[in-house]
């Protein structure tokens, strides 16, 4: 997931249209999917507190770029 927030953010730099649009559904499409993601770990207790705090990074950098 970090790849593709990190994919996600470098097309939403690019100046096409087109390209900054598949940028920013693929942002979209990812923070349900991140969440989802980090609450099933979070109840099975799963994973690494290090995976958890870089999905919860790149959830909050994506949502404060979308909304300031």
């Not at 730099?13 to 942002?27: E, I, R």
């Not at 979209?28 to 705090?53: C, D, E, I, N, Y």
Request: glycine share 12%.
């Amino acid at each position: 997931m970090a790849f593709a927030f990190v994919v996600g953010w470098l097309l939403t730099l690019q100046s096409h249209v087109g390209v900054h649009a598949a940028g920013v559904t693929l942002l979209v499409m990812l923070v349900p999917v991140t969440v989802g993601t980090f609450v099933a770990g979070f109840r099975q207790g799963l994973g690494s507190w290090k995976a958890a705090l870089c999905a919860a990074a790149g959830l909050a950098f994506t949502l404060l770029k979308f909304f300031f």
